[in-house]
């Protein structure tokens, strides 16, 4: 497992790593608390310098086939070390970082995890690097967690860190859990949880969700319970998904669920949807088993959640499964969309699927809502246009106004442009707004774009309003409406 992520915490200091792995070694043999402080105490002199080939094991150790049987070239580790980065095809180079790194890892993971400094690269340095903490952790989980200690603070320590964790998981995970609950910080411990869920949730996830059940009150327990999940719908999903139905309502209950729903439906989404309907979640789960389904095949996705369109959360489904496949195969979409019955709700599935559409290709979106019959559905399919326009590529829809004749279309876009710019340039889209030809939308935004201002930058509305008190009557409230 290779883990990247960015992070910056804390260093350890040599007494508290002690403690902190040490006190999770109970019921290991002392070797391997020896083997914790012995790390410890060799902390100064690990990643410093390369020149240690005294300590290198003679050829006839580390030379031949690493894990994965591929052969290695010959020579010392720092040799072949050399030679692996000497190649110019990074994935052939790294295969062989991480042969290497595996092999010393098993034969001498000390000497080992001084060649890193060898190595320029970010990338490289994982590869190496987290094959070797990864057979390191299998033979000495705390040693290997205090070398990892040694490296400086950002992604490759937490990367190793979550690698030794998740190792460490396969033979100790209460240990492994509670040493990446209460000692690590911010990613590196979420990181850590999912590497250590992931392992544990392989062997036995019942004992994993006890865990978590038994910590739901801390911070972590919504991450760790999300991550069994996720792992556990990969063998057993129903036993998964049961489990977490019978949780109390909560947060808890809707991170387990949403967990196992999602992966299972990324494999069996009819089974994941039986299965929710018969056990009702939130209407977000819905939601988001829709979104996952569409991924794969909308058309199935779209014909459950039209089919079952009566149920908590279906309108979002079928928002969520018309916006996926806009985003994949917007023509196909609109297509399915053309053989619903009920106009309100075809009309409201349109505009979803135009939105998502105008995105990455609004010139073709606005073509087809131009060639609608229907002149007010043509008319509301522009405006969805116009809107995601000035929401995705404002620039771009400034342009295309200029090339519009005076005309409602162009005030449509002009509408959308000035709300576009209000938070970044009120000025400018004060001037859009009044730039609208229909006088009474040109005062309603001009009221919209001005009020949002005052909100915002006050002492600069009213320094405009000053400079410009013509425009006052037209921002005063409408008079309200006596009662007969």
């Known amino acids: 497992m290779s883990i990247r992520f960015n992070l910056r915490h804390a260093q350890l200091t040599g007494a508290m790593l002690l403690t902190a792995v040490g006190g999770y070694l109970v019921g290991r043999s002392s070797s391997t608390t020896e083997a914790v402080s012995g790390g410890l105490r060799a902390r100064s002199q690990v990643i410093k310098s390369p020149q240690s080939s005294a300590s290198e094991a003679p050829l006839s150790v580390v030379s031949g086939k690493a894990p994965g049987n591929a052969a290695l070239p010959t020579g010392t580790p720092s040799e072949q070390l050399h030679e692996i980065l000497e190649s110019l095809d990074a994935s052939s180079r790294r295969a062989g970082l991480e042969r290497l790194g595996a092999l010393l890892g098993a034969t001498q993971p000390e000497m080992g995890w001084t060649l890193i400094a060898m190595i320029p690269g970010l990338a490289d340095r994982q590869s190496f690097a987290e094959s070797l903490i990864k057979e390191w952790a299998a033979r000495d989980p705390g040693k290997a967690l205090a070398a990892c200690t040694t490296l400086p603070a950002g992604e490759l320590r937490a990367g190793t860190t979550a690698v030794a964790t998740g190792v460490w998981a396969d033979t100790d995970p209460q240990s492994a859990i509670r040493y990446a609950a209460e000692q690590l910080t911010a990613s590196a411990r979420r990181t850590s949880i999912a590497a250590v869920m992931e392992h544990w949730a392989r062997k036995n996830p019942l004992d994993a969700a006890a865990w978590c059940l038994q910590n739901s009150a801390t911070n972590m327990s919504q991450v760790a319970v999300q991550e069994l999940m996720k792992h556990w ?19 808890f209950r809707d991170s387990a669920l949403r967990g196992v729903i999602i992966e299972w439906a990324d494999q069996y989404p009819e089974e994941a949807a039986s299965w929710l309907a018969v056990h009702p979640g939130s209407a ?27 149920q908590t959360g279906m309108k979002g489904a079928l928002d969520n499964v018309a916006a996926t496949w806009a985003a994949a195969d917007p023509q196909n979409a609109v297509r399915w969309i053309g053989q619903i019955n009920d106009p309100v709700q075809k009309a409201a599935l349109e505009k979803v699927v135009v939105y998502t559409w105008s995105a990455d290709d609004p010139m073709t979106a606005l073509k087809w809502a131009q060639s609608l019959r229907d002149t007010n559905d043509s008319l509301k399919q ?31 876009a002009l509408a959308h442009l000035a ?12 001037n859009q707004a009044l730039r609208i030809g229909d006088p009474q939308q040109s005062i309603r935004e001009l009221r919209r774009v001005f009020s949002h201002w005052q909100g915002t930058s006050p002492n600069e509305a009213s320094a405009w309003l000053q400079q410009n008190p013509e425009q006052a009557i037209n921002l005063q409230p409408r008079p309200k409406k006596l009662p007969k």
């Open 233 to 251: 719908a990969n063998t057993d999903p129903k036993a998964g998904a049961d489990w977490g139905a019978a949780l109390p309502p909560g947060d």
């Open 284 to 310: 977000e789960l819905t939601q988001e088993l829709a979104q996952q389904w569409a991924a794969a095949d909308p058309q199935k996705a779209g014909e459950w959640a039209l089919k079952n369109s009566g």
């Open 382 to 412: 522009q405006d969805a246009v116009y809107q995601s326009w000035s929401e995705t590529a404002p620039d771009g829809l400034a342009q295309r106004v200029e090339q519009l004749p005076r005309g409602r279309e162009q005030d449509t």
């Open 419 to 430: 709300e576009a710019m209000v938070d970044v340039a009120p000025q400018q889209a004060i």
